[in-house]
């Protein structure tokens, strides 16, 4: 599987979109086209024919394999609250952030933060290799598990997406794994399982906190299950929370 490179890419798209720029490794033509065939109308406004989705085209067209991700029948802006682009940017140096702020609202013990870097994990940029691999899977899992909590993802929608992320370079394994992931059931225990370490278990829930909305009942629902089923304290969950949104 390929699934840091995938990752790598949705963090590129993410600090374009938050600057304004186009995103990297997409495919804007094949998506107009593809998303006009299967939406049958192509209505550039996102509001043309057709009764199951209700696209907002701008927002697809700036956001990618994301936008698609998040930015479907939930009718969202891609540049308002809801999509947090420079959370998932930068989601391994922010969560090590949450952690310092948290120790040293805890004791105000710099050194203490040294000293326990190689118990808590290191964060997912710095990785390489197979670490970096394994950290990739976790984090997109948990993304795509966030962005289904609503329930808003149909099976045409699934497709789309599938598309996207293989036009970002997915090989065929990392294809079949995206597939099983929007299919599979939303599993809060078994998602925290996946986690290699306390950093680990932080950056998932700051790159699911910067694909939900918490102004949404069920999404706020599963942040709070997620939150508890990763050991995460409510003072760490608040931390990375305020992280991803001073992170815009």
Excluded: C
Excluded at 42 to 71: H, I, R, T
Excluded at 87 to 113: F, R, T
């Amino acid at each position: 599987m390929n699934a840091s490179k995938i990752l790598q890419q949705l963090m590129q798209q993410a600090g374009g979109s938050q600057k304004g720029g186009s995103s990297s490794g997409v495919d804007v033509k094949g998506m107009l086209s593809g998303l006009s065939k299967q939406l049958g109308g192509g209505s550039s406004s996102g509001q043309g024919g057709g009764s199951s989705s209700s696209f907002d085209m701008k927002s697809l067209l700036g956001g990618g394999a994301m936008g698609l991700l998040v930015g479907s029948k939930r009718g969202r802006s891609m540049g308002g609250k809801a999509l947090k682009y420079g959370a998932i940017a930068g989601v391994g140096v922010l969560a090590w952030k949450a952690w310092q702020s948290s120790q040293a609202a805890k004791n105000g013990n710099a050194q203490q933060n040294t000293t326990q870097n190689a118990t808590e994990g290191e964060r997912v940029e710095a990785l390489s290799g197979e670490y970096q691999e394994r950290r990739s899977l976790e984090l997109l899992q948990a993304m795509i598990m966030a962005a289904r909590a609503d329930g808003h993802i149909d099976e045409q929608e699934q497709a789309l997406i599938t598309e996207q992320i293989d036009a970002l370079g997915a090989d065929q394994e990392m294809h079949n794994w995206v597939e099983q992931q929007l299919k599979a059931p939303l599993d809060a225990q078994a998602l925290a399982r996946e986690a290699d370490s306390p950093q680990a278990a932080r950056e998932m829930y700051l790159i699911s906190v910067a694909v939900t909305d918490d102004q949404n009942p069920m999404e706020r629902a599963w942040l709070d299950q997620l939150g508890n089923a990763l050991n995460l304290p409510k003072e760490m969950t608040a931390e990375l929370e305020r992280q991803a949104q001073q992170a815009g």
